[in-house]
């Protein structure tokens, strides 16, 4: 058991001593690929690219890290150590990130719980469903994050198991908690990533929407753009279980929600191979035809598939032991939906 080593706030210095020698698991705790981490140059867990990332000599014992691209000298925080590696990766100021890590370490206090955000609560209208929604009143980006340094890691284990996925991709999709409605929260964003509204998930397994946001897209950090194939799948905990096993995935909130982000998502990232990865029921299924016939717009291929037996998901696919490979396979023998079939393809026949 983690024994609280006093009833204060730990200092910078006392958090950066427990630290070291242990920046490894820390970093991929925060959602860096391990494989990343052994000083060779990769595409950056946030911004992509080819082999923009890197880790400094040291790595277990300093956890610097940087990105020529979206983590320099002359960025903020700069890179140096590893709590700016963290405060870099999880997106937090510098107090939640010490936050963060005192949780990491077992070492948080009660004293630094925040109280709960009281959060302006309003509605807004409904509009066309072509558009995206409207920008909510509520700074969800900041409730998300406040959420987020809420959740311990003993809270977020415990879920990563009950859900049968790997911590980190809660860490990746920025998983919170809200004391207040006894619920892990799950950032919704629009298809430029802000966040616009907070899916809650009770003990039981019981679903709901924060009031005052609207339904949007469950995206993982580092999505990189030029990522060869992107998995679409039906709510968050699938999209966790297909980052689990390695797989770049992202969530809709129901299988007939947030299309417009869904079309503008692919198109921003620029990925031309997308799955559409549907629950095997008929909601599931139909929802899936609507969104390929949009999404062959922006991308080159489009396929549906559909894991595991009747009534199952993709998460339960995975739970029982889908792989990639299985993912291969399904991909291997679905249709490709392309744009190309609507125009008249020349054949080895003779026309005159
Ligand atoms: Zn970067």
Not at 36 to 56: E, M, Q, S, V, Y
Not at 89 to 98: E, K, N, P, V, Y
Not at 146 to 153: A, D, I, L, N
Request: proline content about 6%; some cysteine.
């Amino acid at each position: 058991m983690n024994q609280r080593i006093n009833n204060t706030v730990p200092s910078v210095a006392e958090l950066k001593s427990l630290a070291a020698g242990r920046w490894f698991d820390i970093l991929i705790a925060a959602g860096i690929d391990a494989d990343k981490l052994n000083g060779k140059g990769h595409p950056c867990p946030k911004c992509g690219g080819r082999d923009r990332f890197a880790a400094f000599p040291n790595i277990n014992g300093r956890g610097a890290v940087h990105c020529r691209h979206c983590f320099t000298k002359g960025s903020s925080p700069s890179p140096g150590d590893g709590l700016a590696t963290l405060q870099w990766i999880l997106g937090l100021d510098f107090r939640a990130t010490l936050g963060w890590l005192a949780d990491w370490l077992g070492v948080k206090s009660e004293s630094q719980s925040k109280p709960r955000p009281i959060a302006r609560r309003t509605v807004t209208s409904e509009r066309g469903t072509n558009a995206e929604p409207l920008e909510p009143s509520i700074d969800f980006d900041d409730l998300a994050k406040q959420f987020f340094c809420e959740m311990s890691r003993e809270r977020r284990e415990s879920l990563a198991k009950k859900l049968q996925v790997e911590p980190r991709t809660l860490v990746r999709l920025r998983v919170g908690y809200s004391e207040a409605d006894q619920a892990t929260t799950w950032p919704m964003v629009d298809s430029g990533g802000r966040c616009i509204g907070l899916r809650l998930r009770g003990h039981d397994g019981d679903k709901w929407s924060y009031r005052g946001g609207r339904g949007g897209l469950f995206v993982p950090d580092g999505i990189a753009t030029k990522i060869p194939r992107l998995f679409i799948c039906e709510g968050p905990s699938d999209a966790a279980a297909m980052l689990s096993i390695g797989l770049p995935a992202i969530g809709r909130p129901s299988c007939q929600g947030a299309m417009p982000a869904t079309v503008n998502f692919v198109r921003r990232i620029g990925c031309h191979d997308v799955a559409i990865v549907a629950d095997h029921d008929e909601a599931g299924r139909n929802g899936a035809t609507r969104l390929a016939r949009l999404l062959v717009t922006v991308a080159n291929t489009v396929r549906i598939i559909t894991p595991g037996n009747p009534g199952d998901d993709a998460r339960k696919f995975i739970a029982g032991g889908g792989t990639p490979g299985h993912f291969d396979q399904l991909l291997h023998e679905a249709d490709a939906l392309m744009l190309a079939v609507r125009r008249s393809v020349p054949n080895s026949t003779e026309r005159n």
